[in-house]
């Protein structure tokens, strides 16, 4: 499989089904396209129908959009889902929620991963989607974590969906309750984060 992905420092919907396949185990190829150039489109739309990324190639196969992505990679790793049905359906139902919703948080905290912006002042609608989130990740902390540490238990699908929210939290120090500040710490502790977030620095160097 090739998985297309944008820059890494601001590519948000790239890093999800990259982390999915970093978590899964499935041998992938990475091919790389930078944002924001005068050939980015054209570069994109040689892999990509949409012209955006992320693109999955998996021979004459070819998924875009992150969560499709994710749904398509779940039918070759199946723990990317809970095996339980209703936790099935709660993790299907918040990684729909991310990949829909959350439109100001996304335009009033921008990822920027190699970023440090401590003192941010959000506006009423930002504080709505975070507190939103929050209790999302609450909710399932509550539920399902006597299974493991992530939101479900072991990791999903779900986490990868709310994988730029870490690093976006932790861009604007964002405070948060006991449960999800510890899923955050698990989260950044994952090796493949700490890799995302490496490459991103070695981008501006």
Partial sequence: MKLVIGDRNYS????????????????FEEIQIPLRQTTTKAE?????????????IDGETVVWESLSICEYLAEKAH?????????R???RSIAC????????LR??????VRASQ??????VDVKADVARIVAIWEDCRQHYGHKGPFLFGHFTNADAMYAPIVFR?????????EASRKWVETMAALPAMQEWRQASIDEAS
């Fill in 12 to 27: 948000s919907w790239s890093l999800r089904p990259w982390l999915a396949l970093k978590q899964s185990g499935l041998p």
């Fill in 44 to 56: 994109i739309l040689n892999y990509s129908p949409s012209g955006k990324v992320p693109c999955l």
């Fill in 79 to 87: 723990t990317l889902w809970p095996s339980e049905r209703k936790a």
């Fill in 89 to 91: 359906a709660e993790a």
């Fill in 97 to 104: 929620e991310m990949h829909s919703g959350f439109a100001a």
């Fill in 107 to 112: 335009q009033g905290m921008p990822l920027d």
């Fill in 118 to 123: 401590p003192f941010l002042q959000p506006s």
């Fill in 169 to 177: 939290f932790l861009t604007y120090h964002v405070e948060l309750p």
